[in-house]
Structures are given as C-alpha cells and as structure tokens.
C-alpha cells in the first residue's frame, strides 16, 4: 500500500495530536511539521521522525495531504495556498473568519477536483455515529457544552470556538431548513463572548435549546434529543449513548412499557478516526465525511448567533450609558 505523504501546519496543543495520529498510521507517512515556533517544530517533528520547517510554503512538492491547525485568521490563506497547489487539506474548525473565504475555498478545491474536509471532530465521535440508526423525527434538542477555562481557543468568540461542534451536529441530524435564531451571550474573563445560549427554530418545528461556557467550573459535554416515543441521550467525553423507547407492551399501573439500551465505547480515538477517514478520501477521491459546504453552513449559522449577541451586548451598554450621563 502506497502511503499518502502529508504534513502538519502548527503544532499547538491540537496540532501536536495530529502529527501523533499521522505518525502512528499504516496508510500515512507524516514528512513535515511547520510552525512558525522553530523550537517546538523541531521538538514535534523529531519525536516523530519527520522534517522541521517554519514557512508552510516550503511543504510544496513534499507533500499530497495536510492539516491545517493554525489560528482562525489564517485559515484562508494557509488553506487555500495549499490549495492552489493542488494538495487536499484538512481545515480545523471553525473554517475561516468569513463566508466569502470559506466560499472561495469550497470553489478552490471543486475546481481542482480536491478533498477540502472541516475538522467537526463530533461527527466522529462513535457516539455520534450510533445515533444515527436511532434517529427519527427530532422534535426537541437541548446541548450543553461546558468547560474549565484553559486560555485558548479565546482569539475566537465561544460560539466559533465551542457551539459551532453543536450547531454542526444538530445541522446534521435535524433535516429542516432553520427558521429563526434567538441567542443571547456575555463576555466574562476574555474580550469575546465567553457564555453563550441559543434557541434554534426548525421549520419543521423542531427547537434545539444550545448552551455553551468556557469559564465553567466543570466539564460538560452532552445532547439529548426528543423525538416521538423515544429519548436519545449522547455523552461525547464519555463517548456513550443512551436510548429509551417507549414499547408496544403496557408496563406497571397501566402506563407503556419502555425498553432502555445503552452502548458506550471508552477505547475510540475520535481525531484518529477523523484524520483517517481524510486520509482515505485523499486515497479514494471520495467526498470526505465532513465538507467544505458542511463547514461553511455551520460557520453561517453561528455568524448569524454571534451578530445577534453582539447587538444585544451593544444595546445594554448603550441603555447603561444613557442612565450614567
């Protein structure tokens, strides 16, 4: 089996992992790590025996594939630089800063008949992917994403740095055009939003309840979903799933019976699977899990949350100065 050569661009805490995947898979070949930190790119690239560079231009020729884990701001220019080179990218999440980037992106990678795939980690989260065979017409979803403050990530808004996982996923698995946003949020420690909730309005009449914090106390990360005669429940740090249906039989007193089943997988790597399954595209030329069109509709919906937030925070503080003078 011929393997696909790729690289790594940036290796901060996320991208460290990559590179640790790619290293460990038979269908990979990692040949270069970049970081602009010359220090850490070596640090990363000798550990698993791959060459150091700090300009991600000097890549071109060495490799077929990469994953680009730099800041958000970059995302556009790192990725489509690639691009126009004709290698496959994989782009972490969120996509770009912007709608017309990750338009100009898609519309790269389709003219050149690339693989363009958006790290939405969730999506491969075993969890997740059982959920699938339980779906049927959800008619009400509540998330709840929350987490200590670690310090990073915060260049971005909390709906682009954790929700959007959320948003991508109810996206997925809700087949509804979405109506009407209603999102309120504050920022707290950093200059960005840092606690965020949204209400979510299908036309088909399903409502998804979604909560983030990065400045919780505990670490949270659940779904549940409501749908006729059954109730879906999903554990992504504990990577389990519970289902309740209700059954034909009567149970006690004369209410219906439920039947109740509960699957967990503790030993699944969900970058690992995501990073192969990016290597498999790139080595089939089939559509990856997760696309660019994907990622772009979940950008979209959480730019609209975070304009929504800002106006009302611009409001308040409008209203506040009024009172003041």
Do not use: W
């Amino acid at each position: 089996m011929q393997k696909v050569k790729v690289g790594v661009i940036g290796v901060g805490y996320l991208g460290q992992y990559h590179a640790e995947k790619y290293a460990s898979m038979e269908e990979a070949d990692l040949v270069g790590i970049v970081d602009i930190d010359k220090k850490r790119a070596h640090e990363i690239a000798e550990k698993y025996g791959a060459k150091t560079y700090t300009d991600y231009k000097d890549l071109i020729g060495k490799v077929e594939a990469v994953s680009v884990v730099v800041p958000t701001t970059l995302h556009y220019p790192v990725a489509g630089h690639f691009l126009r080179q004709g290698i496959d990218v994989l782009l972490e999440k969120p996509m770009t800063c912007t709608l017309a980037e990750a338009s100009r992106l898609i519309k790269l990678a389709k003219a050149r008949n690339l693989i363009l795939q958006v790290g939405h980690l969730e999506r491969f989260n075993p969890a997740v992917v059982a959920l699938k065979d339980h779906l049927e017409n959800p008619l009400f979803i509540e998330s709840h994403r929350l987490s200590t403050f670690k310090g990073r990530g915060i260049d971005v808004d909390v709906v682009l740095d954790l929700m959007i996982h959320d948003i991508d996923i109810i996206l997925n698995i809700v087949k509804s055009k979405l109506k009407d946003i209603h999102a309120v949020g504050v920022p707290v420690i950093t200059p960005n939003t840092d606690i965020a909730n949204v209400r979510l309005e299908f036309e088909n009449g399903c409502t998804a309840n979604v909560t983030v914090s990065r400045i919780s106390n505990k670490n949270m990360r659940k779904i549940r979903i409501f749908q006729p005669n059954a109730y879906l429940s999903v554990d992504y740090a504990r990577r389990e799933i519970m289902v309740i249906k209700k059954t034909a039989q009567n149970g006690m007193y004369g209410f219906p019976g439920i039947e109740e089943q509960v699957a967990s997988f503790p030993e699944s790597d969900s970058l690992a699977e995501e990073l192969r399954a990016f290597v498999s595209s790139v080595r089939t030329r089939k559509p990856p899990v997760v696309s660019g069109e994907d990622g772009q509709r979940a950008l979209q919906v959480a730019l609209k949350i975070m304009k929504q937030i800002n106006r009302t925070i611009e409001n308040l503080g409008r209203s506040l100065n009024m009172l003041v003078s």
